[in-house]
Each structure stands twice: as C-alpha cells, then as structure tokens.
C-alpha cells in the first residue's frame, strides 16, 4: 500500500512557464516532506524540503507548499528551464524532523520544453 | 568533498549467483542507508547505519539480504542467492546527522537473468 503517491507519471511544461509537481499522502504521522530531483543514471540530489509546522518553503526559483488537512504537498518550479527536466522524487518521514527511513512516491518525470 | 560512491555501477548476474554491492559513504558521514528501486516503481528503504550499527533495517526484504558496515565506513549489501524479482537500482545515501536531507550514490543496477 502506497503511502506516498504521485499520482501524474509525467508532466510537459513550457519554458519559462510555471511546473507544479503534486504529492499526496496517506500516513498522517508524516511530519517532514521533502523534494528529491533525479537525472538518468544518477541518483537523487535534494532540492528542497518542509517540515509539517510549515505550510510553504521557498529556495529561490522552487517552492514547496503544504496543505496538512490534504495530505497534500506541492512543488512549484517558476520560471522553468530546461535544466529542469528530470524525474522528481516525493519523500516523507515521520522521525520528528529527520530523514530517517524515507518513504518516496513513484516519481513525475517532468520535461521542460523550448 | 567527494560524493556517495558505489561500486559496481552495473552487475549482470544468474539467477543463484552472490553479488556484492559496495557503497562508500562521505567521509564523515555516520548515517548510511541502502535503498533499492524495482523497475517504474517507488524508492524504497532498506536499511540505515548509524556507524557500524543497524539502526533500522526493517525494510531488507528477507535473510537472502545481509548488509555490512564494519569500521563504521563503507558498506557492503551482499544478496545470495539472488532472485529474479531482485533486479532493480540500489542506492546508497549518507548525511552527516539524522536531520539532514540524505546525499545519494549514482546506484548500482542489479539484473538477474
């Protein structure tokens, strides 16, 4: 049973327009979310997180906003560029801050196009 | 400062066969966890080091699955004998503290034909 779901496999966004990547959760002892990118053959780099005190975290051109009543959290990438395309990692923990054990969805491939 | 190295970077292996997956960690790091991601699907958590002592591994999947630290550095995830359904990506990630966001190797493609 999944408990971290990212339900769209894949998004085309238009450079220089905004890219919102969604992620819904089920577990509601979650309390720290983080955003992970991943280009092919290497793995996850951390881009941005959020704890669950928290309902919006903004890292210059990224921002992850949390609605807790949803189990849902969001990352908007704004302008998007083309470096931007890659797969994007969901993660959740529910270590009271920490990154012990993530829990990650599936991933949304997103590509920026020209 | 020098990444999440793993090694081998590909592993093509029979069905019964060991193989033997390496990661090492930044140095300094005294959190080291594995984690394996099955073809389309989630990452999913293995196991996590804190120095040479599993802290939590209730994610290896069964006793076929034996991961190592000894010295508190590098690690090893040893599958024997490997399965078909063990094909997958296997990462390897460190942080320095609990609470910091996790820094992953390039992962070790496993195929079990």
């Known amino acids: 049973d999944q408990q971290v779901k990212q339900n769209s496999p894949s998004l085309s966004v238009q450079e220089g327009r905004i890219s919102i990547l969604n992620c819904d959760y089920t577990n509601s002892m979650f309390d720290y979310f983080l955003w992970y990118k991943k280009y092919p053959a290497e793995g996850p780099t951390f881009l941005i997180s959020i704890s669950s005190i928290k309902d919006k975290n903004e890292d210059g051109r990224f921002t992850v906003f949390l609605n807790k009543s949803a189990k849902h959290l969001s990352l908007h990438i704004v302008p998007s560029q083309p470096g931007d395309s890659a797969v994007y990692f969901c993660a959740a923990s529910d270590s009271g801050g920490g990154a012990d054990g993530l829990t990650f969805g599936k991933g949304t491939h997103l590509i920026i196009q020209p | 400062e020098a990444g999440v190295t793993q090694f081998p970077s590909h592993s093509v292996i029979e069905k019964g066969q060991t193989v033997t997956l390496r990661c090492d960690p930044i140095?300094?790091?005294?959190?080291l966890y594995w984690y394996r991601r099955v073809m389309g699907k989630e990452i999913k958590f293995l196991l996590h080091f804190v120095k040479e002592s599993k802290q939590d591994e209730s994610g290896m999947p069964n006793n076929r699955f034996l991961a190592e630290r000894t010295g508190g550095t590098y690690s090893t995830l040893k599958v024997q004998p490997a399965e078909l359904e063990d094909s997958g990506v296997y990462f390897c990630?460190?942080?320095?503290?609990?609470?910091?966001?996790?820094?992953f190797g390039n992962g070790t493609r496993l195929t079990v034909t």
């Open positions: 140095s300094g790091h005294d959190n």
């Open positions: 990630a460190s942080s320095q503290v609990i609470t910091s966001p996790l820094h």
